[in-house]
Nanobody, 125 residues
Framework: QVQLVESGGRLVQAGDSLTLSCTAS????????LGWFRQAPGKEREFVAS????????AIADAVKGRFTISRVNAKNKMYLQMYSLKPEDTAVYYC??????????????????WGQGTQVTVSS
């Protein structure tokens, strides 16, 4: 059974940094493209970042480019989202996702097969 578990979300102030973790079990992340999405209240889930397993390419959404980075440690079966210079508009539930798709990383939710339960990030102004 595949499980993705996010951790690290909490209340922070604008300008702070925060790192989210995603721990996988039941799948080997080395053979999966991984992604981070977020969903703010009243809004649709949106793509944040992804890390491809073939080629190692990463993608970052324009809204967070230059402030967020995605990384993975395959040996630990973990993925991370490092967030810097956080803004109130970054407030959302953050989800990690995985897919064994061999092509370029999907940027839509439907492109991912497995999801975590999410972790809340709240940025106060």
């Amino acid at each position: 059974q595949v499980q993705l578990v996010e951790s690290g979300g909490r209340l922070v102030q604008a300008g702070d940094s925060l790192t989210l973790s995603c721990t996988a079990s039941g799948l080997i992340i080395e053979y999966n493209t991984l992604g981070w999405f977020r969903q703010a209240p009243g809004k649709e889930r949106e793509f944040v970042a992804s890390s491809e397993w073939i080629g190692g390419n990463t993608a970052i959404a324009d809204a967070v480019k230059g402030r967020f980075t995605i990384s993975r440690v395959n040996a630990k079966n973990k993925m991370y989202l490092q967030m810097y210079s956080l803004k109130p508009e970054d407030t959302a539930v953050y989800y990690c996702a995985a897919t064994g798709f061999r092509g370029p990383s999907p940027t839509q939710s439907a492109g991912f097969d497995y999801w975590g339960q999410g972790t809340q990030v709240t940025v106060s102004s």
